[in-house]
């Protein structure tokens, strides 16, 4: 016989793609800051350049970095993925100032008007935290995710954020997810975690013991709270 889980306790959300998004497609921006820097390429080719380069990164995990040095070495992981893009995208593009085109890329992204709320989002973290639920954020974002989270309301429905520096290690390494759900206090077989990637979030949440739920099959995060009232929401 079957036995049923036990009482969901906790959510533990991806960021990015999950409870926000930027308001520009992220090609889009890369190229308009390249062509103001003396590159001017075509946005879809940037978008696709930037895909690659991303997935290919090594974990943004420094564990031999001070942690006031934490904030100091992500930007520099950040400062490669804009080199690598610019490379990828055209190996002969030139910038008339490589520094001043990232330093605007990094301080775009670390803004709240480059991003929004999911559709959804709020009202599914209200709803969810009415009824007791334990809230997290687990992300491989850097130390900008916090601010961001704050100025777009969003931060004061979660008990903790959980970023690859605080755990020492980057989804979809079950270790973040572990780290999360000692912080909540709860088991994995009480928690669940939203996401849209199908490594970092569904399979890093399998491997850590926890179920899944695809952001992806939800027309809007509205939906999530009446899904998580069944006993076993589907992976």
């Not at 309301?153 to 605080?166: E, K, S, T």
């Amino acid at each position: 016989m079957r036995s049923e889980p036990p009482p969901l306790r906790a959510v533990l959300f991806d960021a990015a793609g999950t409870l926000i998004r930027p308001r520009e497609n992220v090609g889009a921006t890369y190229a308009r800051a390249f062509a103001a820097h003396g590159a001017a390429l075509p946005e879809s080719r940037v978008a696709e350049a930037f895909g690659r380069v991303l997935a290919a990164m090594p974990p943004m995990v420094f564990a031999d970095a001070a942690p006031d040095r934490v904030a100091e070495r992500e930007k520099a992981w950040w400062r490669e993925v804009v080199r690598r893009t610019l490379r990828a995208a055209d190996g002969t593009a030139r910038l008339r100032d490589f520094d001043a085109c990232f330093d605007a890329l990094f301080a775009h992204f670390a803004a709240a008007s480059a991003w929004e709320p999911m559709p959804g989002a709020a009202h599914a973290l209200a709803a969810l935290a009415a009824r007791g639920l334990r809230l997290a954020v687990v992300s491989n974002f850097d130390q900008r995710l916090r601010p961001l989270l704050a100025a777009l309301g969003l931060a004061r429905f979660f008990d903790c954020i959980v970023l690859p520096a605080d755990a020492g290690a980057a989804k979809p390494d079950p270790r973040i997810f572990t780290f999360a759900l000692e912080a909540l206090g709860v088991l994995a077989a009480e928690a669940v975690v939203v996401g849209d990637d199908p490594t970092d979030d569904h399979a890093g949440a399998v491997a850590a013991g926890l179920r899944a739920v695809d952001v992806r099959s939800l027309a809007t995060l509205a939906l999530l709270p009446s899904l998580l009232e069944r006993k076993e929401p589907p992976a």
